[in-house]
């Protein structure tokens, strides 16, 4: 069974600052990767995802990830923070096959000061 | 197009009283079904899973049940709300973890 862990629930950044939120993920075979942004009282929005191929993904609104295997690791960064990014993000990881079950970690809360 | 449609957007039940939210995705045939409970302060918990008409997989044992009577609508019921059923409730489709997953935009429960 696969799992995820996103490492601190509340991350505080300033404006321009970068943004770094952790996820490492449990997997007994090669996962497929996702992170999720969800601002308040909405539905989820696609960021970016991993499935095969180049390691260094890049997404909507500047942010990127890198896949590592041998950390088993998925984490989102972005270069210079911007308010609009303050909302709740969330990793994911799926093993595909007949289920296709997305599970998700518990989500990092970002709050971006000025 | 591909799109997905989940109603009502927000909902209050009183406890005891039974509930039916429902999910249809359009423009595809034989998709993955999902839905997911966020609560407050909690991650997205993945509660029912569909791989076809009839077929209900279940995440987590609990006061809900899904059902799927066609192939491309989800239903999430409850027959006695409990307070601990409050919570925001996420649809979700796809037909390959390759492709990615589309959401709806989801149901917000009070239940008083």
Redesign the interface.
């Known amino acids: 069974a696969q799992s995820v862990t996103?490492l601190g629930s509340h991350v505080s950044v300033s404006e321009g600052a970068l943004v770094l939120l952790r996820c490492n993920y449990s997997s007994s075979v090669p996962p497929?990767l996702?992170w999720y942004v969800q601002y308040p009282?909405?539905?989820?929005q696609?960021l970016l995802?991993y499935?095969t191929g180049a390691t260094l993904v890049k997404g909507i609104n500047g942010f990127e990830a890198e896949f590592k295997k041998s950390e088993t690791s998925f984490h989102l960064t972005k270069p210079s923070a911007h308010m609009s990014d303050a909302a709740e993000y969330?990793c994911?990881v799926?093993?595909?096959g007949?289920?296709?079950?997305?599970?998700?970690?518990?989500?990092t809360l970002l709050a971006v000061q000025p | 197009s591909q799109t997905i449609h989940q109603w009502p957007a927000t909902l209050v039940q009183p406890v005891g009283s039974p509930l039916s939210l429902e999910c249809t995705v359009e423009g595809t045939s034989n998709p993955n079904l999902y839905w997911y409970r966020q609560a407050a302060g909690r991650g997205l918990q993945l509660l029912f899973y569909s791989v076809g008409i009839g077929q209900i997989s279940s995440e987590v044992p609990q006061n809900l049940s899904a059902s799927r009577p066609q192939d491309r609508q989800f239903i999430l019921s409850s027959k006695k709300l409990l307070l601990s059923d409050s919570g925001f409730y996420l649809c979700a489709w796809t037909m390959d973890s390759y492709y990615g997953y589309t959401f709806g935009s989801g149901t917000r429960l009070t239940v008083v």
């Open positions: 996103q497929y996702f009282n909405q539905g989820l696609l995802k499935t969330f994911a799926s093993l595909g007949a289920t296709n079950k997305l599970i998700f970690g518990t989500g």
